[in-house]
């Protein structure tokens, strides 16, 4: 089993983002397989959409969010080994060229170490402080993942869609990956998983432990991407999956160490990446609790 975690950039942990080289260095040497950021661009006071797309509140552990793109460069410069992945970006809120760009740049300094991972979010607001519309976005996540292909792969580049445009322009600097970084997508129902059958590299479900665990909607979604995949002429072997874990408040390492066993041997999930901005309030906590996590997974 392969095992990452969330870098320090919400909740208590944001506010020790200076201390971001120190722990993906500690992660790295202790054995993690990968280092992690989310996306929170804001955290409305009044929001229309609750989390996750439930209810009309969002936790206040989202309120402080560090950048993720420059959480993912000083973890790059700082590690040699580890993957640097997001889980996820709400990438329709960027415009391609800035979004390839900052990605491709990740990419280089990593030397090809990154798991690109979008989602199209859940909170209007969010979009409203974009200018964008909320309403379009899965058709904005369509176009830009193919104005992102073609800013990857060719020079120079170009695309026109209804939601998207990229005018012609050189394109000259690309991902140390060819032909380009893997693209992962959060999806849980639907067109959402549907996408990820025809054309994402990977797939980012999401458990929290303990107050949701549900393996068998896990393989439930995961059964209908790979039906889907088939009729879509792919071979569903080509989809990963990274599964997130969320800790809970007051939960137990023994806990977590336990659902991420299960994952494996009930859902054959090979890599999880376990986020602890609600359950450790530090960076010396969660770094505690992650050599702790490594340990327990490590010991069978």
Not at 84 to 93: D, E, F, I, R, W
Not at 140 to 151: F, H, P, T, V, Y
Not at 202 to 229: H, K, M, T, Y
Request: proline residues 7%; negative net charge; charged residues 20%.
């Amino acid at each position: 089993m392969k095992v990452g975690f969330a870098l320090p950039q919400f909740n208590k942990q944001a506010f020790e983002v200076a201390r971001t080289a120190e722990f993906a260095r500690g992660i790295e040497s202790a054995g993690g397989a990968s280092l992690w950021v989310g996306d929170r661009n804001l955290a409305a006071v009044t929001p229309k959409v609750g989390y996750g797309g439930r209810g009309t509140t969002i936790p206040p552990e989202l309120n402080p969010a560090a950048d993720p793109f420059v959480l993912l460069g000083v973890a790059a410069s700082a590690t040699e080994r580890v993957l640097l992945g997001s889980h996820v970006l709400v990438a329709p809120l960027y415009p391609p060229v800035q979004l390839a760009r900052s990605l491709t740049t990740v990419d280089l300094i990593s030397g090809g170490r990154l798991l690109a991972g979008f989602g199209v979010g859940w909170s209007p607001e969010e979009y409203e402080a974009a200018g964008l519309d909320f309403s379009t976005r899965g058709a904005r996540m369509d176009e830009l993942l193919d104005a992102l292909e073609a800013i990857w792969t060719k020079d120079p580049a170009e695309y026109s869609g209804q939601h998207v445009t990229v005018p012609p322009h050189h394109a000259p600097l690309k991902p140390a990956r060819r032909p380009r970084p893997p693209v992962y997508l959060g999806a849980h129902t639907g067109r959402a998983l549907g996408r990820v059958a025809e054309r994402a590299d990977g797939w980012l479900p999401l458990c929290v432990v303990p107050s949701f665990v549900d393996f068998d909607g896990i393989n439930q979604q995961r059964a209908q991407v790979d039906e889907w995949a088939r009729k879509a002429g792919r071979d569903p072997q080509d989809i990963d999956a990274v599964l997130r874990v969320n800790i809970d408040a007051g939960t137990s390492t023994e806990q977590v160490v336990t659902a991420i066993k299960t994952a494996g041997e009930r859902s054959g999930i090979g890599h999880v990446m376990v986020d602890t901005m609600y359950s450790d309030v530090g960076v010396d906590q969660s770094l505690e609790r992650a050599l702790a996590i490594l340990d327990g997974v490590r010991a069978g």
